[in-house]
């Protein structure tokens, strides 16, 4: 009943910047939380960030400084800009959201299918 769909992906040299998008679709009535959580080789998922639907937002010190999340309330999508890159950054990337369906009020939870993104130095 929603989907997410991540892209913006891809390696990049230390120093450098990428930009991920997730989009969700479906029976969407409103945008109660989305976020960014990672994993990198061999580790557990770990969160990035996390945007509320009204703009608050919470980030992991690792990233605080170099990363910024946002979010397009009309296009359902979230954003991460991601500057500065380190190669402690490579990880998969996971798109997770918490949504107020439309027609029942009930809450879905979910995530995206990962974009790898991948730091070199």
């Known amino acids: 009943q929603v989907q997410l769909v991540e892209s913006g992906g891809g390696g990049v040299q230390a120093g450098g910047s990428l930009r991920l998008s997730c989009a969700a679709s479906?029976?969407?009535?409103?945008?109660?939380?989305m976020g960014w959580y990672r994993q990198p080789p061999g580790k557990a998922r770990e969160l990035v960030t996390t945007?509320?639907?009204?703009?608050?937002?919470t980030y992991a010190e690792s990233v605080k400084g170099r990363f910024t999340i946002s979010i397009d309330i009309a296009k359902n999508t979230v954003y991460l800009q991601m500057n500065s890159l380190k190669p402690e950054d490579t990880a998969v990337y996971y798109c997770?959201?918490?949504?107020?369906?439309?027609?029942?009020?009930?809450?879905?939870?979910?995530w995206g299918q990962g974009t790898q993104v991948t730091v070199s130095s």
């Open positions: 997770n959201a918490l949504i107020t369906t439309a027609g029942d009020g009930e809450t879905w939870h979910g």
């Open positions: 479906g029976r969407i009535f409103s945008i109660n939380d």
């Open positions: 945007i509320t639907g009204g703009g608050d937002t």
